[in-house]
């Protein structure tokens, strides 16, 4: 047996006769990538995230609550796309996961006595991911054997049971709900921004919103993980042709459950991290069974399977408003209208309709598809002017391995 | 289905043929746990296990294709290929969380070792490719090196030669071949041109009951056997 070469990583790894000093850098990135993936995603994401509080200095203080938000259905995005995406299980029912973990963080916030703490607001965290995860598992015992429509009944159930069920609760406040506390910033943070030069005075509403894309960043980090590793793979396996999979080892139930499991671990996070920005949550208010289809819209939007589409999805959902107010004032509705007051709805119905006309594979596949669309123009023309009466053996370049995956 | 007894040897190739209908694949389901029998066992006697269910079989050093090609639509051949090491021990999940080292050390063992088999089978230049860009022999092949990666001491072939060509079919007929050292295979066919220069035994299934069981020159001088595929009576 010969002494087999490196295995490719995709099907675009072609040797070129002349390389430039960009082409060269890239393709020496793409050897970094490929050495220490790991440590690629955490540097890209953590930057990105910085990036990301960066922007929080620069927009106003009005905007700053809506970015968080923003930040936080990003993160029940993600879960969603976990299940969906790549495990191949409707869910039409993931806002009963926010519910849930929105809940629970606002209760231990409200009963514990160091409430105003930061550290109240952590735990509040891990304990909503944590009943979210036991949340998933009840809800996904059952679903191991449901498919489809059926199941996205069971998760339309679910998702229309749980207020009520958390209405009869007195200890949740019933149906007044509850209030939290607002997160406000530390001295320190305070201190450093508004002591400088330049004179910054730091907002109170910018620092949830900070700390809110912080854990939605290392929420990006974990599925990023989750995506490339085994586990991720097995997903994607009962996904395309859950027999194979079954021949290939995995345990179809248990896989599914899990699916589930991790995806309301992240619907409940983005719930609890929702309400430290909306510091407000009633068994109607925000998430009600039709916030469940807005997060099915903006993971389509986004693009489903793909970090990008959840933290597209979540700029989306971040700038709604004054996309809406700018629709209401060109066509003349006003917002206190019930017309006006449906406007979300309408907006969110209208870009699912068409995403799905012009780019059924979301925001993040249409510019794959214009990014892959450049690069065979480009190709063509490259080849075209290298092509000369000189040389008209130098195209022989297109064998089956530099093919890329339709 | 009822009376039916047969084993595979470690070495040797064993063909389960039948007319349509006459329970192969049913055996073949029964004998991966998708179908549980009403009495009987299936076991596996190498590893002492018995019964098993289909995502178990990797215990016994059990693989198996399926008809078509039973591939992964979205993960490139490469991927399919990992895919058959599924069962073996990665990384836990709290290190898949936190993206540990070890996970991408178990990652580039498994692709590397994925790529030896489609070098050996001489279709590594497919691997960046999806499994819709790659002609149906080259899916198949994809399909069996899937099946190696669970280092098989059984290999079950469910229709390997539907929808080859003639040359396709010489190419996996020499493949099955090369791997009859370290593994039994037993495959169900229809393609008696294919099955009968390939197998060391035959098994004959009818009506859900076995008929017949004997080397290729036995079985084509049976007469049940050519009752059974030609309707041909006794006398």
């Known amino acids: 047996m010969s002494t087999p070469t490196s295995p490719p990583h995709d099907a675009t790894h072609v040797e070129q006769p002349k390389v430039s000093s960009l082409k060269k850098f890239a393709a020496g990135s793409r050897g970094v990538i490929r050495a220490y993936p790991s440590a690629t995603r955490i540097v890209s994401i953590t930057l990105l995230t910085f990036l990301a509080i960066l922007a929080t200095f620069y927009i106003s203080d009005t905007q700053n609550p809506a970015i968080g938000e923003g930040a936080a259905v990003a993160v029940a995005v993600l879960g969603l796309t976990w299940l969906t995406g790549w495990s191949g299980q409707v869910s039409l029912g993931n806002s009963g996961f926010m519910m849930v973990g929105a809940y629970t963080a606002s209760l231990w916030i409200n009963h514990h006595p160091s409430a105003t703490q930061p550290s109240s607001y952590g735990i509040g965290l891990v304990l909503a991911v944590a009943v979210g995860a036991v949340t998933g598992l009840i809800l996904g015992l059952p679903a191991t054997r449901l498919r489809g429509p059926y199941l996205a009944g069971m998760t339309i159930a679910f998702a229309v049971v749980i207020p009520s069920f958390i209405q009869t609760l007195s200890f949740a406040g019933g149906s007044g709900g509850l209030q939290v506390f607002a997160l406000t910033p530390p001295q320190w943070f305070v201190n450093f921004f508004n002591d400088q030069e330049y004179g910054y005075q730091i907002a109170n509403a910018q620092w949830p919103t900070d700390i809110v894309i912080a854990i939605a960043g290392f ?77 099915l819209t903006l993971m389509v939007v986004g693009g489903i399977g793909t970090l990008w589409g959840a933290a597209i999805a979540g700029v989306v959902f971040a700038y709604q408003g004054p996309w809406i107010a700018w629709l209401s004032s060109h066509v003349g509705i006003s917002s206190t209208t019930n017309l006006g007051q449906q406007m979300p709805n309408i907006l969110f119905s209208g870009i699912l309709i068409l995403t799905m006309l012009l780019a059924p594979r979301g925001i993040v596949g249409g510019i794959q598809d214009l990014v892959r669309i450049v690069k065979k123009l480009l190709a063509s023309s490259a080849s075209r002017s290298e092509t000369s009466p000189e040389s008209p053996s130098d195209n022989a370049s297109g064998d089956a391995a530099t093919h890329s995956p339709s | 289905m009822g009376n039916v007894s047969f084993h595979v040897n470690t070495g040797e190739i064993v063909g389960l043929i039948g007319p349509n209908g006459a329970g192969k694949t049913t055996a073949f389901n029964v004998a991966c746990g998708f179908v549980k029998p009403t009495s009987g066992t299936v076991e596996f006697p190498a590893a002492g296990l018995r019964s098993l269910r289909p995502h178990q079989l990797h215990k016994a050093g059990v693989a198996r294709t399926l008809q078509g090609v039973g591939l992964f639509d979205h993960m490139s051949v490469l991927e399919n290929v990992m895919a058959g090491a599924q069962s073996r021990r990665g990384a836990g999940i709290l290190a898949s969380l936190t993206g540990m080292p070890s996970v991408s050390r ?33 899916a198949k092949k994809v399909s ?92």
């Open chain 1, 219 to 295: 929420s990006f980090l974990i599925m990023a993980n989750l995506f490339h590793s085994k586990l991720g793979r097995s997903m994607r396996m009962v996904r395309d042709n859950d027999v194979a999979a079954e021949l290939a080892g995995i345990n179809l139930p248990r896989m599914r459950a899990l699916a589930f499991v991790i995806s309301a671990s992240f619907g409940a996070l983005g719930g609890a991290l929702f309400i430290y920005i909306a510091n407000t949550i009633t068994p109607e208010e925000p998430f009600q069974f039709t916030f469940g289809i807005t997060l």
């Open chain 2, 106 to 138: 178990f990652d580039r063992r498994v692709r590397t070792e994925a790529f030896e088999i489609l070098e050996r089978l001489g279709i590594a230049q497919f691997a960046g490719q999806v499994p819709s860009a790659i002609p149906y022999g080259i």
């Open chain 2, 144 to 235: 069996v090196a899937r099946a190696l990666m669970a280092s098989p001491r059984l290999l079950l072939l469910d229709e390997p030669a539907s929808g080859l060509d003639e040359n396709e079919l010489e190419e996996f007929s020499n493949l099955i071949v090369s791997l009859k050292s370290t593994m039994g295979v037993l495959l169900v066919e229809h393609n008696m041109e294919f099955v009968m220069p390939l197998v060391d035994r035959l098994v004959v299934l009818n009506f859900g009951e076995v008929i017949a069981t004997g080397t290729p020159k036995d079985i084509s001088q049976n007469a049940d056997v050519l009752a059974a595929y030609l309707g041909v009576d006794d006398d």
